[in-house]
């Protein structure tokens, strides 16, 4: 009874990840290497049942790469690629410049004060994501809070809404939480007797923080850039309402490419082309994890 319950145990991951990553990922695989068709669904080849065998080979012989080499062709996907590349890994530079001072202070706080600071850093997952963005559009509209603010100040007002600039403060914001915690938990173990060898051997504090805590504090730094990173590079909403029609990611021609355009092997050739393009920083991370334990 016993080796059932373990074999139950073990099974039941892969039964997870097989029903809803394994399916999914073939599904859309399948219809990446369909064409386009006026139909409903709007894509084909479709497998006619009825035939039997003949139907499946069929099926499989009407398969190809086509989409994909479309998207080769077509400057909207490679600018929507390195669009969201760029701004996926400028807005995690800016979280992790922002994170990791927020992170070691909270972690050399006293026990409580540190507890209620962990706890501010979650306050916003209280509130609706979409929410908070909208709360975004009514601060950088023209007539929003931040110019009425620079208006009192005497300093002219900025246009920022519908930009770059305004997608950039849009992740930072959203994903903040994802960087800071990870950075947090490793801080928040480090073993203090270690800076104090280190200073005692004559290391400054800034010598010792360099020496000591910023190495040991490089596995929570990397989680949380993953963290940030992989769902900021396929993000949809923040540059949808904050960035306008102007500003170009993957998320957004994914979304296009589904409703507005109903080319639906269009969309899974750009979603697997994400999604393999986001596996490589994860492989990275998981190599040089199994570095550390060896």
Do not use: H
């Amino acid at each position: 009874m016993r080796r059932e319950r373990s074999a139950l145990a073990a099974i039941l991951p892969f039964l997870w990840l097989a029903i809803f990553f394994a399916f999914p990922f073939l599904l859309v695989a399948k219809l990446s290497l369909s064409d386009a068709a006026l139909a409903m669904p709007p894509y084909a080849p479709r497998i006619d049942w009825s035939q039997g065998l003949a139907g499946v080979q069929a099926f499989l012989a009407g398969l190809d790469g086509e989409t994909y080499a479309r998207l080769t062709q077509d400057r909207l996907y490679l600018d929507a690629y390195l669009s969201s590349l760029r701004l996926a890994a400028t807005g995690t530079l800016i979280l992790l410049l922002i994170g990791y001072p927020i992170a070691y202070g909270i972690s050399r706080c006293p026990p409580r004060l540190r507890q209620a600071l962990v706890m501010a850093v979650i306050l916003p997952f209280w509130t609706s994501f979409l929410i908070r963005i909208y709360a975004w559009i009514a601060i950088l509209k023209p007539a929003g809070l931040l110019n009425v603010v620079l208006a009192k100040l005497g300093l002219p007002a900025v246009d920022i809404l519908n930009t770059e600039t305004a997608v950039l403060l849009g992740l930072v914001y959203a994903y903040l939480p994802f960087m800071v915690l990870p950075l947090y938990a490793v801080l928040d173990r480090q073993d203090e007797t270690l800076i104090e060898a280190a200073q005692d051997l004559g290391a400054t504090p800034i010598s010792a923080f360099w020496r000591v805590t910023f190495p040991i504090s490089l596995p929570g730094a990397a989680a949380g850039a993953l963290l940030c990173f992989i769902p900021m590079a396929g993000e949809f909403v923040i540059p949808d309402l904050l960035g306008g029609s102007d500003t170009l990611m993957l998320g957004k021609v994914i979304w296009t490419e589904f409703f507005a355009n109903r080319d639906w092997p269009a969309a899974s050739a750009v979603a697997i082309v994400l999604l393999a393009t986001l596996t490589i920083p994860i492989l990275l991370f998981e190599r040089q994890q199994a570095k550390v334990l060896r």
